[in-house]
């Protein structure tokens, strides 16, 4: 089992950043690939970033590529999306996932609520 648990949410100014960490325990974080997901209020989740066990593969939605960074630190068992040039319809509630391979979702954290006022 993997416990996921999001954090760093919050109101911003549209422009502005904000940096998201999730911190996993449980089983050894290394192997797992991990992502970010979101979700509006009234549409589904959509995918965001993913990044590779080792955080040498990547992969952005088109919407938030370049604007979005996601990196990991695996002595600190913590992903991070770092979030740039935010605009008003990046609001959501924001996810991160794990699993063994990019693509695969085995475990999810309960969100953190992300707003940009525009």
């Known amino acids: 089992q993997v416990q996921l648990v999001e954090s760093g949410g919050g109101l911003v100014q549209a422009g502005g950043s904000l940096r998201l960490s999730c911190a996993a325990s449980?089983?050894?974080?290394?192997?797992?690939?991990m992502g970010w997901f979101r979700q509006a209020p009234g549409k589904d989740r959509e995918f965001v970033a993913h990044?590779?066990?080792?955080?040498?593969?990547?992969y952005y939605a088109d919407s938030v590529k370049g604007r979005f960074t996601i990196s990991r630190d695996n002595a600190k068992n913590t992903v991070y999306l770092q979030m740039n040039s935010l605009k008003p319809e990046d609001t959501a509630v924001y996810y991160c996932?794990?699993?063994?391979?990019?693509?695969?979702?085995?475990?999810w954290g309960q969100g953190t609520q992300v707003t940009v006022s525009s």
């Open positions: 996932s794990a699993g063994p391979n990019i693509g695969t979702h085995n475990y």
């Open positions: 449980g089983r050894t974080f290394s192997i797992y690939a």
């Open positions: 990044i590779s066990w080792s955080g040498g593969i990547t």
